[in-house]
Structure formats: C-alpha cells, structure tokens
C-alpha cells in the first residue's frame, strides 16, 4: 500500500481480556518497529522485526505483549490480559533498510487502546 | 539528562510568526529526525538529517554536527501548524530511535 496500515484505529477492551493489533507495512520495508506512547509522554520502543532475522523483543514491558511477523509482511502486536496501564496509542513504523538512517521511517496513524 | 533534549517544551505563537524550535543530542548519530504529530494522530516523517539544511514548503530544518544541535523553523506560522513537534536521532550503532520530549506548538489564528 502507499503507507502504513494499522488496524483497528481505536479499540476499548475489558480488563483482562486479550487484544490483537496489526500493521501493514510498505510493501518492500524490511524493517518494522512498533512503538507505544502513553498520554502526554514520548514514545517507547516496544520490538523491531528485520527481516527474516531474529527480532529485538527487548522494549517488551512484560511476558504479556508479544509480537509476529511473517517475512516482511503484516505484523501483529497482542497483548494478553489487558491491564489498565496498557491504555496507549500503539504505533508502527517501516522502513526500507535496518537503521532507518538513510531511507527514514513511515508511520502508521496508530491504534489507540482503552482497557476499562 | 536526557540524550536529546528539545526546547522549548511548550511554544504559543500568533498567526504568521517565524517559529524556531530547538533539538540537542549528546551521543553520536547518523542522522536526525524531525516528525510531527497531530493530537489525536499518527506521526508524519518532516526531515531526516544527517547533514547542512532542509527545506520542504514553510518549514526548514538545519543541522550543525559539530554542535550537536538542530533546529526546525516554521516560515508564516499557520493554525493548522499546531501540532507537537518530535526530534529524534538515529544512534551510528543500530537501528533504535531516541526520541526527544516534543514540543507542542499552537498558533493562535
């Protein structure tokens, strides 16, 4: 697609219950990173996907969020019993090669997430 | 202290004022990037830096290396310019952005 995709835009869940994000990245990004801001603060690195290496799971708060991707396809973020400190607006990013430097980063809209 | 840090934190300007914000970064990068984003949005890419002076419309963007320091200027500030502005730099070891605070920014019609 011409950009980024991710869906759903908007997404309010019970505690406790478990969500599933996806992206849709440009067609030809190798490079995937998913990203979460919480109210009024900056944003925090969550998982890198690149490529068919191994993906850099270290911004993961907790055993609870985990992350796939196919190649360099779409890409899902789920995260399993939900807790109120996971409302954020969830985003992700491609880019054409590892570092971004030289190509730069497109970013999806974001999905935003509520657990009540 | 932060490794980017942008000021100011908070900027409110009138119609059609030149806007300046700045961006300083303590490690070494392979480039800079200004993004903004809209309340309620996404993040849209402005620039990627790694050396001299960008220009895309009203907004230009400079960067000094030897400084460590950038800045992102808004030519006849619009309404719609109201957004919050991201620096973030790309670190010469791998591929994870540091991102500044933002600043937001709302011009006043």
């Known amino acids: 697609g011409a950009g980024v995709s991710q869906s759903p835009s908007n997404k309010v869940t019970e505690k406790g219950k478990d969500v599933e994000l996806r992206c849709d990245p440009i ?3 190798t490079a995937l ?3 979460r801001q ?18 850099d799971k270290s911004g ?4 609870r969020f985990s992350a796939e991707r196919t190649g360099e396809s779409v890409s899902t973020l789920t995260i ?17 090669a ?12 974001g999905t935003r997430l509520t657990v009540v | 202290k932060n490794e980017v840090e942008q000021s100011p934190q908070n900027l409110t300007a009138q119609e059609g004022e030149f806007i300046t914000i700045n961006c300083s970064y303590s490690v070494g990068i392979s480039a800079l990037h200004w993004l903004q984003q809209h309340p309620g949005g996404g993040i849209v890419s402005l620039f990627m830096l790694s050396s001299g002076k960008k220009k ?15 800045s992102l200027h808004i030519t006849a500030s619009h309404p719609r310019d109201s957004a919050v502005y991201i620096c973030a730099v790309s ?4 591929y994870q952005l540091i991102w500044g605070a933002g600043t937001k920014l709302i011009i006043k019609p």
Do not use: M
């Open chain 1, 27 to 29: 067609s030809g990004h």
């Open chain 1, 33 to 35: 990173y998913w990203y």
């Open chain 1, 38 to 55: 919480r109210l009024g603060q900056g944003l925090e690195f969550l998982i890198y996907f690149q490529g068919n290496s191994a993906p």
């Open chain 1, 60 to 63: 993961l708060p907790s055993d």
């Open chain 1, 80 to 96: 399993q019993r939900t807790q109120q400190e996971d409302s954020a607006v969830y985003l992700c990013a491609s880019s054409l």
């Open chain 1, 98 to 109: 590892a570092t971004g430097a030289h190509y730069g980063y497109t970013f999806g809209s």
């Open chain 2, 56 to 70: 895309h419309g009203r907004l230009i963007a400079t960067i000094n290396i030897q400084e460590k320091h950038s």
């Open chain 2, 91 to 94: 670190l010469d070891s791998n």
